[in-house]
């Protein structure tokens, strides 16, 4: 399995990022991908998951209302729509598959429960 990230950068508060996760070399169907950041010395936080089965969606408290997360079934890529972005977003941000749609959400979407992992992406936001 194979996960690339790509679209992280620098912007300035209130700015939009989008970031992109190519998939690849793996055919289980229905599995959980998420968006999960993380920053130095603090540990993996999850951000943002979809069933890939495609209907349903799951956003961590943190970022109501100002993340997107999408896929693109035929390129298999999933895609995070970052807005209204501010300094607190700074992160190294990494693309994850779940074996299992149940840890798309609650206390199943953790870091502990993804198994195949992408490099990351660094989003630097500027205050």
């Known amino acids: 399995v194979r996960l690339v990230e790509s679209g992280g950068g620098s912007v300035q508060a209130g700015g939009s990022l989008r970031l992109s996760c190519a998939a690849s070399?793996?055919?289980?169907?229905?599995?959980?991908m998420g968006w999960f950041r993380q920053t130095s010395g603090k540990e993996r936080e999850g951000v943002a998951s979809i069933d890939t089965g495609g209907t349903n969606t799951y956003y961590a408290d943190s970022v109501p209302g100002r993340y997107n997360i999408s896929q693109y079934k035929v390129k298999n890529t999933m895609y995070l729509q970052m807005n209204s972005l501010h300094s607190e977003d700074t992160a190294t941000y990494y693309c994850?598959?779940?074996?299992?749609?149940?840890?798309?959400?609650?206390?199943?979407?953790?870091?502990?429960?993804?198994?195949?992992w992408g490099q990351g992406t660094q989003v630097t936001v500027s205050s």
């Open positions: 994850a598959v779940g074996l299992a749609a149940r840890y798309c959400s609650g206390v199943n979407f953790r870091a502990a429960n993804f198994v195949y």
């Open positions: 070399g793996y055919t289980y169907t229905h599995p959980c």
